[in-house]
């Protein structure tokens, strides 16, 4: 048996960081030149646990920012955002994550496209809807779009 630290998460074996001990040729064979672990001697295991601790801490420092620019965004209480559209309410072309960012961006918010969440893709008419935006894990804020034409 061999003591091994996993450098990347392995389904069941186990996550980053992890000593464990495991048989000398699944480590030989596969385990190590795969990437997926190293020898466990005290220099890697100080090296691992500082590693660990770096990313806990930038963890929480994003988690922190996160209910940060929710809280923030929250308190607005819709954007407005003018289209052309027909006489029947169908709007030329679509408002997506790409034009509601740049809306964002335009009152003063730092959102990436990606953190919008929009349920039924983009919007085509003109009207009223609520837009949800995920900026880390489980952490949201919902605000009202109204797209208006002129």
């Given amino acids: 048996m061999v003591r091994v630290i996993l450098l990347k998460k392995k389904n069941k074996l186990g996550n980053f960081g992890d000593l464990l001990e495991v048989r000398s040729g699944y480590a ?14 005290q220099e890697n295991i ?7 601790s770096s990313l806990e801490r930038k963890f929480q420092l994003n988690l922190i920012e996160a ?9 607005l209480k819709e954007i407005k955002i003018y289209v052309k559209s027909k ?4 709007i030329f072309g679509s408002v997506g994550p790409l034009e509601i960012c ?3 961006k335009e009152l003063g918010f730092s959102v990436r496209k ?3 969440k929009i349920k ?3 919007f085509r008419k003109v009207g ?6 995920v900026f880390f894990q489980n952490i949201t804020s919902k605000i009202n779009l109204r797209i208006v034409s002129f």
């Fill in 46 to 52: 100080d090296m691992i646990q500082k590693e660990v």
């Fill in 120 to 122: 039924d893709g983009p």
């Fill in 67 to 75: 209910e940060k620019k929710a809280k923030k965004i929250s308190s």
């Fill in 87 to 90: 006489s029947s309410g169908r």
């Fill in 28 to 41: 030989r064979n596969y385990l190590f030149p795969k990437g997926l672990a190293t020898i466990a001697t």
């Fill in 114 to 116: 990606n953190e919008i």
């Fill in 102 to 104: 740049k809306k964002m």
């Fill in 128 to 133: 009223l809807y609520r837009i949800t935006f």
